[in-house]
């Protein structure tokens, strides 16, 4: 029951590790949402005309008509090696800032290794920063399909901002992750309301509001995927707040519990800032839980969301977990949703994804999570699945989007049910 620790959680739950061929999106696709949560930056692909298809096709819409990203495209000739491409970034890099002196913060974006682009694009960004200084800073991350997984590009492009950071003495709270910016907005005003001031966020939604950091600093982060930005931000002195992720009614409470002692807030102050928004979540949720209650579930890999998502379907919508996969298991992150979670489900690390396809055609799960890649053929074999890519792209943190987290899961539940009755028809006309 929610509110209740299970008599034995999966923190000690071996572990399958997998090594195989994967299914998941290029870590590219971050810039979808990180480009409009950062208002004044710009991301710049260096890459193949393959990168930029996939952009276009993630975005859907022209690569172009978006006003903060875009390609450059490296030639066959660039890729071997055989001419000069600094210098040819160099300069679309000078005629990119010409045109566009609205841009504070330009993001050099490795679409492969940098001994596949034949770029060093670290040292590009350094001798570029040097050049714009102080209008534009130039940064760079790896958004490499090769070395990344989805939501590793976000991770990659936090952990690139951190040291460069101003270092502050202050006491502050930093919340860590991209929130759209009326959820942001949410968690503000109910830290606000405790009393806690001085927060800010990263990323910032302009630079010149970009954070500070120091040894007073203590960060909350509100995704499981940034380990590199939580290693990043201890590097700097800053302090991590322990905590499951504010995903449903219970993981919001407790995420905003943990900076509520950390802050020492009263316990009558917080319960009554909290009673209102946590009621409208308990209430919205149950409404879909009406459908999830008593339904199996099965997770493919795909964002590092998959372990707090059991948590919260297990234990406030009734859901069971039978299959548990995520890309990688950060042990420091998820300590406290492991402990929450109760002792069942197959915990998996990485993919073999032929084994785990035959695992989830075994288990018949009544939903099973996965990328798109694996959801039309599970479907057309009588699987109900739900798009994981769903799961990042919507607004799904705290109270206000609590039950349009449920929601997501009981869909394709109850777009199953009412198709049930039609099935007999269709196959009696085929």
């Known amino acids: 029951m929610t509110g209740t620790l299970p008599a034995i959680g999966c923190t000690n739950t071996p572990v399958l590790k997998e090594r195989g061929q994967r299914e998941v999106f290029c ?3 971050g810039i979808i949402w990180l480009h409009r949560k ?53 300069r679309e890099v000078a005629r990119l800032l010409s045109r566009r002196p609205d841009i504070r913060q330009l993001f050099l974006v490795g679409s492969c290794p940098s001994e596949v682009i034949k770029l060093d694009l670290h040292r590009a960004a350094e001798r570029m920063s040097a050049a714009h200084a102080p209008h534009v800073r130039v940064l760079n991350y790896s ?30 709270l930093l919340i860590v992750g991209a929130l759209p ?18 927060v800010r966020c990263l990323p910032a939604r302009r630079s010149a509001d970009a954070p500070q950091v120091g040894e007073n600093t203590v960060f909350a982060l509100v995704q499981p995927f940034l380990g590199d930005t939580h290693a ?44 209102a928004p946590r009621a409208r979540a308990e209430k919205a949720i149950a409404a879909a839980r009406k459908t999830l209650d ?19 379907l297990t234990r406030e919508c009734g859901m069971t977990a039978l299959e548990v996969g995520t890309p990688f298991l950060h042990r420091d992150l998820l300590a406290p949703e492991l402990a929450l979670l109760a002792e069942g489900p197959v915990i998996s690390e990485g993919q073999d994804v032929d084994k785990q396809l035959a695992r989830a055609r075994a288990a018949r799960a009544d939903l ?44 394709p539940l109850r777009r199953r049910a009412l198709l049930a009755p039609l099935a007999p028809r269709m196959e009696a006309a085929e």
């Open 27 to 29: 870590g590219l696709t």
């Open 38 to 90: 950062m208002q004044d930056a710009f991301f710049l692909v260096v890459g193949s005309r393959t990168c930029a298809h996939l952009l276009q096709s993630a975005a859907g819409v022209m690569i172009f008509a978006e006003p903060r990203f875009g390609t450059a495209i490296l030639e066959e000739k660039d890729l071997a090696g055989l001419v000069d491409a600094q210098a040819e970034l160099d």
């Open 143 to 172: 958004g490499s399909g090769i070395e990344t997984t989805f939501t590793q590009g976000e991770d990659a492009c936090l952990a690139a901002m951190v040291p460069a950071l101003a270092h502050s003495e202050a006491r502050a």
């Open 181 to 198: 910016d009326v959820v942001e907005d949410q968690a503000l005003a109910l830290l606000a309301a405790m009393g806690i001031s001085n």
């Open 232 to 275: 990043a931000l201890l590097r700097r002195g800053a302090r991590h707040i322990t905590a499951p992720f504010p995903f449903g009614a219970e993981g919001t409470t407790l995420w905003l519990q943990a900076i509520a002692t950390e802050f020492g807030v009263p316990q009558a102050l917080f319960d009554a800032v909290i009673a």
């Open 294 to 312: 008593g339904k199996s579930i099965f997770f493919f890999p795909d964002s590092q969301l998959e372990i707090p998502l059991a948590r919260f």
């Open 368 to 411: 099973t999570v996965c990328g798109l890649g694996l959801a039309n053929p599970l479907e057309a074999e009588g699987m109900a699945t739900k798009w994981a890519i769903e799961l990042v792209f919507t607004p799904v943190h705290f109270y206000e989007q609590a039950g349009d987290l449920a929601a997501l899961f009981a869909r």
